[in-house]
């Protein structure tokens, strides 16, 4: 029962950081989040490596610029290529991993900006069939139709931001009470306040069902206490 305690002591001593993208990183450069250097001018001068998607493109006749985000923070580093760089076949909404030297930007609105030297596309992109357009505010409604992308948006991400705030304060305070916190059934029998929509779960042979004499009925929300329902057999 003591090995899991040491593991987390010895993860949290040494700092490691768990990441489905370490993998990728390189000895030779730091790999670091966007909200790393567009708040940091400490990294100014260094040859840095950044994991994220592409926010935009805007391609001009010497020059392309990519905005990439990582969702480490709402504001978006601009990658600054020539023509004719691995940059120029970034689309929007593509996953990327971009390497090269930081430098102070002269633009009033951001503090640094990220030379390229090197540029790979781990997920290509269709930006045709992208549904989230560059200066183009989308309704949250249209949003909804994407769920998988919604934390892409500006509005998103804040909402998740904010909710994750809210969350850890509730916890910390129930936390400090001595409550513990567990996980109640997702999936029951129970109609939670009547206002829930409710699914069928049958078997796909029609002899098990026939057998059954009843459909089971079920609805995905959080109980307290679940009490499975006896079917009337009569």
């Known amino acids: 029962m003591t090995f899991f305690p040491k593991i987390l002591k010895k993860c949290f001593q040494s700092q490691l950081r768990?990441?489905?993208?370490a993998r990728f990183s390189s000895q030779a450069e730091a790999r670091l989040r966007v909200k790393d250097v567009v708040h940091d001018e400490s990294h100014v001068g260094q040859r840095v490596s950044l994991l994220g998607w592409v926010k935009s493109v805007r391609k001009q006749k010497e020059l392309v610029f990519v905005d990439v985000n990582d969702g480490s923070c709402l504001k978006n580093l601009q990658i600054v290529s020539g023509v004719g760089a691995a940059a120029e076949s970034c689309t929007l909404g593509s996953s990327v991993r971009v390497s090269g030297t930081l430098r102070k930007s002269s633009h009033p609105q951001q503090k640094v900006e990220l030379f390229l030297e090197k540029c790979e596309i781990f997920g290509n992109c269709d930006s045709f069939e992208y549904p989230f357009k560059t200066k183009t505010r989308?309704?949250?409604?249209?949003?909804?139709?994407?769920?998988?992308?919604?934390a892409r948006t500006n509005t998103g991400a804040c909402v998740l931001r904010v909710r994750n705030a809210v969350s850890m304060l509730v916890h910390q305070y129930f936390q400090e009470k001595d409550f513990l916190f567990v996980h109640t059934p997702l999936l029951t029998t129970n109609d939670c306040e009547g206002a829930g929509e409710t699914f069928t779960v049958a078997p796909s042979s029609q002899a098990t069902l026939e057998q059954l004499k009843s459909d089971e009925f079920y609805m995905v929300e959080a109980e307290l206490i679940g009490k499975a329902s006896t079917p009337d057999w009569d």
């Open 18 to 21: 768990f990441s489905p993208l």
């Open 138 to 150: 989308h309704s949250d409604d249209y949003v909804r139709q994407f769920l998988h992308l919604r």
